[in-house]
């Protein structure tokens, strides 16, 4: 008995680039989406499921030529054809979705049915077929690049995570730097409070500032970052109305409050000692 003969799937640097822009635009949207405050937070596990289908797809698709079957891999797909019932064996560019990553494809029809293939090494594929009895069409034409049945797809292969990981990267920046502790700096009149965003307060505008034990209630999130127990944006409070929360602990006394003529500003950090100095500090630089 033969050894069975493994040949991947050869893939087009189109098709790579095509569905790394789409899983971009997708990311990009949800990403956005939870800054703004239009999708919750746990919407990223979603926008997270597409890029790992693609990997998997990318690095699982592939076509087993046995003694007794074809059997093709794809991600989810694992379909084995006996090799009796194949009866035709034809070129194609079709672009229906399937189980290939190029579109200079193969289609296998078997049965009352077909799949649509994509093998890099076709004059190897249609030989292996032959060796085992299974009549290829004449019609079917090698490619002039089959004699390295290694080199495009492994090139290409490694093209994708070059794509597809800096998408991945540009949505854990998005939540790392809306997740960072606010800075709060007082120079020149102003007090700068920095996270993703900045938001400078002119000193003339602080009507008051104390160190809270409670807040109020957080009715819904307006625009913003609700995240693990943070919360860094704009929030409408009961009893308040429009609000700006820098909380590292949302559930945490104590907070600082600073009353301002256009809101008012709640901001804590991940321990009470934390909270405690910040507002010695700027009850200090505001009283100068």
């Given amino acids: 008995m033969r050894e069975p003969v493994r040949f991947p799937s050869k ?33 990223s596990i979603l926008g997270a499921l597409p890029i790992a289908a693609a990997l998997w797809i990318f690095a699982s698709t592939y076509y087993l030529v046995s003694d007794t079957e074809l059997l093709v891999r794809s991600g989810p797909v694992n379909r084995r054809i006996p090799l009796t019932e194949i009866s035709n064996v034809t070129p194609t560019r079709n672009p229906l979705s399937s189980p290939a990553l190029s579109l200079d494809r193969l289609e296998i029809a078997y049965g009352n049915s077909s799949v649509l293939i994509s093998p890099k090494d076709k004059d190897g594929f249609l030989r292996a077929l032959t060796e085992r009895g299974v009549l290829a069409g004449p019609d079917v034409a090698a490619d002039a690049d089959a004699a390295d049945p290694s080199s495009e797809s492994t ?104 009353e301002t003529r256009s809101g008012v500003i709640y901001i804590n950090y991940a321990t009470p000692a934390d909270t405690g100095a910040l507002y010695e500090r700027m009850t200090r630089e505001i009283n100068k």
């Fill in 155 to 258: 090139g290409v292969s490694r093209l994708v995570p070059v794509l597809i990981v800096p998408v991945v990267l540009m949505m854990g920046y998005f939540f790392y730097t809306d997740a960072q502790a606010p800075a709060v700096e007082i120079a020149y009149g102003q007090i700068h409070i920095k996270t993703a965003t900045q938001q400078d307060i002119p000193m003339t505008d602080v009507i008051g500032l104390t160190l809270e034990n409670t807040m109020p209630r957080v009715v819904r999130k307006y625009k913003g970052l609700d995240l693990l127990g943070i919360q860094h944006g704009r929030f409408v409070l009961e009893g308040v109305g429009n609000a700006r929360l820098y909380l590292q602990a949302k559930r945490q006394p104590p907070f600082v409050k600073l």
């Fill in 11 to 43: 893939i087009d640097v189109l098709v790579v680039v095509v569905l790394s822009a789409t899983l971009g635009v997708l990311v990009a949207v949800v990403a956005l989406g939870i800054r703004s405050g239009d999708f919750p937070a746990w919407i």
